[in-house]
């Protein structure tokens, strides 16, 4: 169920701090929306662990890139991770960006992802901005079509942790692409 709209929340820039908080709401949501492509066996592993080394290590170091940490009352309810210049033709990376399932409906992804393009604009004026989505999240797909992304390719998913075990089958992803510039619904805070 959609939560109420999220004009309370508040956005600011994770740090090392925040990396349990971060890989628990990853973890959680990669439980949720990635059955299916990832095995059972690794979403139902030391996920957590798994996540809470990664976002210890990214938080730990921010070279490049910016973690934002979406609160409300006081409470972590979702992030996003723009790399700057991943991609030499498409741009600056949204390497994730994950809400709470209670909190999802609110806008507060749509928050996330405006202030992360309001970012990318001001410090990569002529780059674009992109992301990889599950081809079977469907909703996601449909969330960042409406925010003016286009899908613009696909291929097959890389194995989590580098392992192919971790992967049920061939998934694959879609590239969605934006061109800052062009987006008028831009954030324009930090």
Do not use: C
């Not at 998913?157 to 619904?185: I, M």
């Amino acid at each position: 169920m959609p939560s109420s709209p999220s004009s309370d929340v508040a956005i600011r820039i994770a740090g090392l701090a925040d990396a349990r908080a971060v890989a628990r709401l990853h973890a959680n949501s990669w439980r949720r929306h990635y059955r299916g492509a990832y095995s059972d066996q690794y979403l139902d592993g030391d996920l957590d662990g798994e996540r809470l080394a990664v976002w210890t290590a990214r938080l730990g170091e921010q070279n490049n890139s910016v973690t934002l940490l979406a609160e409300l009352d006081g409470q972590p309810v979702g992030f996003i991770h723009l790399q700057h210049d991943a991609d030499p033709t498409w741009g600056s990376l949204v390497d994730n960006l994950h809400v709470a399932h209670n909190k999802q409906g609110g806008g507060i992804g749509t928050q996330l992802l405006e202030r992360a393009m309001g970012i990318a604009r001001r410090q990569r004026p002529a780059s674009g901005v992109f992301l990889w989505v599950l081809e079977q999240n469907t909703a996601a797909q449909a969330f960042y079509l409406a925010r003016g992304g286009t899908i613009r390719d696909g291929d097959p998913v890389p194995p989590p942790g580098g392992d192919p075990d971790n992967l049920v089958g061939e998934p694959r992803r879609l590239r969605v692409v934006w061109d800052v510039a062009k987006v008028s619904v831009l954030d324009s805070s930090d």
